[in-house]
């Protein structure tokens, strides 16, 4: 087989959907998860008309706190349409967004590479069938690749959503990104081109009603843009906030930037924040079961994943808090969060902060599983070696100790289960350290020095020898 895999052939060969059962991802589980878990076997139904909404203050929307991300699209076989090569199941698509418009939600967001390219007009679809005054519809200028960097290809990019999403204008447009690559890639993608002030003008003119931006990355990108706001006037902000990236984004990458301060910035000029990754890509649903028990013990009735969703709903100057909702059972759960939200108590965020402490002494890998480094041209494939991995960790079931008594079972599992989702000719031994995945990495992890070192712990195990976990 060749080792450089186009995109195409890639998501054609690529193994395990987007949401996979905790067992198929790791062998570290010996029960049976179904794709939505336990916690949810009980669930009620969510009320209508307790939705919690909160004012833009540019433009007075009335805002629903619950915002539908559609990045993790149902597909026909069941799965996420992530990184998933199984067509969108539009039939559900619809239900989903019906269900969630009856109970309050307003706000759905997009992009061009969300779905394998098939999220805009899956949205579109599934939205031209209400009135156009029922919901906001927000997208992104994706320009992500080098040859959608001039001026005429992310205007055409931006008259293509409108196309794909049956609709005259846009409710809130956003610089997708912005940060990704460095700083010099955000001059290519949006200020060499001009491409900015022709975003301006277009809301001048009404066709798009908000302009902001999504921060991933160089935070120096972030700070021209806040130091420009005077300029631009943005509307609104997209950035990443969770009770584990508020103080320890940066501690567990040098290249982030802790959510306290890009919090703080935009709260300043009162910008209002649309908050991506409430539950770091499933992380925070998915703790240590001690930790669980904590959560449990204050509340029941309540998920793990509702902790989070609280917590990010919670800070005033936050317009909407966006969830990618596969299935209709994760859309319930959050919309009992927030119809109508509880706030957090001050005691409730200690203890979530004496948890996101113990979950960054844990030493996972901040891989958030969005797939913005796929397809590696050598065919790796990055996030799900790193879920496998942090699972593992997360259970308990690193095999780090050989006089341990629970090693050859953690070995044994660590081993079968990375096999069993990640075919031999995609995992960390074949990443040449090439560096493609780097630039587009939302969390700036060192993906090469991250696979050597995976590649030697698992050529340990293979061996029986000694094995430290080696992130220590």
Request: net charge neutral.
């Amino acid at each position: 087989m060749s080792k450089n895999i186009n995109r195409r052939s890639f998501l054609k060969t690529l193994t395990a959907g987007t949401v996979v059962t905790a067992a198929a991802l790791s062998g570290c589980k010996t029960k049976n998860d179904n794709a939505v878990g336990d916690e949810y076997e009980q669930q009620v139904e969510p009320p209508k008309g307790k939705m919690t909404y909160r004012i833009n203050p540019t433009t007075k929307d009335r805002v629903s706190l619950l915002g539908y991300g559609m990045m993790r699209l149902p597909t026909i076989d069941g799965k996420s349409g992530r990184k998933n090569d199984s067509p969108l199941d539009q039939n559900m698509i619809n239900k989903l967004v019906d269900y969630a418009l009856e109970h309050g939600v307003n706000y759905f967001d997009t992009s061009p590479a969300y779905c394998q390219g098939q999220s805009e007009k899956a949205t579109g679809i599934a939205l031209k069938r209400h009135p156009r005054k029922d919901y906001f519809i927000a997208t992104k200028l994706s320009n992500f690749s080098e040859e959608t960097w001039s001026r005429q290809a992310s205007i055409e990019m931006y008259h293509e959503s409108l196309r794909q999403l049956q609709t005259s204008y846009i409710d809130y447009y956003l610089l997708h990104g912005v940060g990704m690559g460095g700083f010099e890639q955000f001059k290519s993608r949006y200020l060499d081109n001009g491409i900015i002030d022709y975003l301006v003008e277009e809301r001048k003119a009404g066709r798009i009603r908000n302009l902001g931006f999504s921060f991933h990355g160089d935070y120096k990108a972030f700070q021209w843009l806040m130091d420009h706001h005077d300029q631009y006037h943005w509307d609104f902000c997209q950035i990443e906030l969770n009770y584990l990236d508020w103080d320890y984004a940066n501690e567990i990458n040098d290249f982030n930037t802790d959510a306290r301060v890009l919090y703080g910035e935009l709260q300043k000029r009162g910008i209002p924040a649309v908050i991506m990754e409430p539950l770091l890509g499933g992380r925070l649903a998915n703790i240590p079961q001690y930790l669980v028990g904590r959560l449990k013990q204050r509340e029941p009735q309540r998920s793990v994943a509702s902790w989070a969703f609280r917590y990010a709903g919670t800070p005033k100057g936050v317009l909407t808090v966006l969830s990618g909702m596969t299935y209709m059972e994760h859309l319930k759960d959050n919309l009992i969060n927030y119809c109508p939200l509880k706030p957090l108590t001050a005691d409730e965020e200690k203890l979530l902060y004496s948890i996101a402490k113990e979950i960054f002494n844990l030493k996972t890998i901040p891989c958030n599983d969005c797939k913005y480094c796929m397809p590696c041209p050598w065919g790796v494939d990055i996030p799900t070696i790193f879920t496998h991995y942090n699972k593992c960790i997360n259970e308990g079931a690193l095999p780090h100790d050989k006089e341990s008594k629970d090693y050859a079972r953690y070995r044994r599992q660590y081993l079968i289960g990375l096999d069993r989702v990640v075919p031999r000719d995609r995992q960390p031994d074949h990443c040449i350290g090439c560096g493609h995945c780097l630039p587009h990495c939302p969390q700036n992890i060192q993906i090469p020095e991250e696979m050597s070192k995976l590649s030697t712990f698992i050529e340990q195990l293979k061996r029986g020898d000694f094995s430290p976990n080696p992130k220590a």
